[in-house]
């Protein structure tokens, strides 16, 4: 072995180039150099530019000669004006849900359109090491997914699981295919305690029993058990919505589950469910009915729809930037209370006709942003469950805030610590200032100024700060950002192709 960075990258160049199949003088081809710098290169006695780093990179498929790098950093430099078109990808939290939910299918999913983000890829990562066989079909991310004879549930990835939240959702699903199991704890951002125990109790009338020691969930099923009255949610969250109708899914009865939420993933989930032929009646309220049944067995096509939350992020970048761009399918019905409070904040926008998304049942518009002179609204903004403003576009009222006149207060009564991180805007030259851990007030108007800041721990704030640093005058840099990551594909070369400045570097 070579010691020292110039080591370090030779072996990673060539376990890459040997991944590929490829000889030195085939990858010497490529970078029109010759094999016996690649040999000096592999041998760790070569100096490399970054630009030499990235030519080798985008040879061999870049992930490859990436890993063991370290974490990714972006450098921005702004401010930046905005134009031309993007378009909203599908959401994480349905993208999640539906991974989660193809469990209960023998037969194949096929989802289309699948958000290729880090949090979907720990997913994978968990549902490959239990023996379910995924594959991206083509570029448009469209992936297949067919679950195994029997699950291997003691093959878990943990180090996979540890890392996401959403592993919680598979005791729904897998508590009609095993007696007994283990899953490792729920991981996810850091915004304080998010309590499992609202799963448990929509669970528990299906039999299932948990007791969680040692890092794990250690789950066992009485069959005797089986739903008789409603469930009633104590939480309309979420996740243990999604929890519960997968239970149902898989219970030839009917369960009708009150105190449902009727956000967008789980709509999401339910419209996948009834491709399954599972009966549910209630979509879109808080009274879910579902007839599930004793063994689903079909080859299934589902296309989740739009992810509210990226819309709302671009057309966060556009309003602080104040630029005009056009952000084509935006899931308007999960954007409508947002829209109706930056509308009072002075915003300028128009819509366009209403279209389906591929599931045939989300309205879609396009949304065009004009230019804008905001003022801060005259009440608190504060979210509830949908057909509330939704939590998760909270944070971005932070930024927006910030280049308002006047002041705004922010009020999150769910996270216990999100609201916290939204004073890292200071950092950039803004006025927010901590009421207490649920409430901001932010003083408007801000000229922000570029700086270095380490990526808060949440995937929102974390965003709202790279958004501020598009507006923001001069070079700055935002580290660690594998939590961006989990929930937007590309955001910085999408970014990038409106007109911003951002590079991509990490720390060999
Ligand atoms: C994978 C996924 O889909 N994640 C979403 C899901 O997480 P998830 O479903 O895990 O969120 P939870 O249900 O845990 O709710 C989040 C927080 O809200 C509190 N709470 C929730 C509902 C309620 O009626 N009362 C109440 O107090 C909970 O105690 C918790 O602290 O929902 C959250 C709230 O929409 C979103 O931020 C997440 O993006
Ligand atoms: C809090 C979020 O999600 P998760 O449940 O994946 O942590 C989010 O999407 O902002």
Redo the contacts with the bound molecule.
Sequence with gaps: MTDGYKGRIGNLIRDARKHKGLTQAQLADLLNTSQSAINRIEQGQQNLSLEMIARVGAALDSSLVDIGAGPTHLRVTGPTTLSGEITVKTS??AG??LLVGSLLNRGRTTLRKVARIE?VNRIIEVLNSIGVQTRWLNDDNDLEIVPPKELRLDAVDEAAARRT??V?MFLGPLLHRLDTFELPYAGGCN?????VE?HMSALRPFGLEVKATDGAYHASVNREIQPGRPIVLT??????T?NALMAAALHPGTTVIR?A?S?Y?VQDLCFYLQKLGVEVEGVGTTTLRVTGREVIDVDVDYAPSEDP?EAMSLLTAAIVTDSEITIKRVPIEFMEIELATLEEMGFNYTLSEEYLALNGKTRLVDINTKHSVLHAPLDKIHPL?FPGL???NLPFFAAIAAVAQGQTLLHD????NRAIYLTELNKLGGNVTLMDPHRVMIEGPTHFSGTEIVCPPALRPAVVVLLAMLASKGTSVLRSTYVIARGYEDLAERLNQLGANITAFRDI
């Design positions: 994480k939290n999640v849900a949090e939240r959403s919680i915004l304080g305690t998010r309590t609202p939480e309309r969250g979420d996740t243990v999604e105190n939420s956000n993933m939350i469950p939704n939590i998760d009564w769910v996270y216990e």
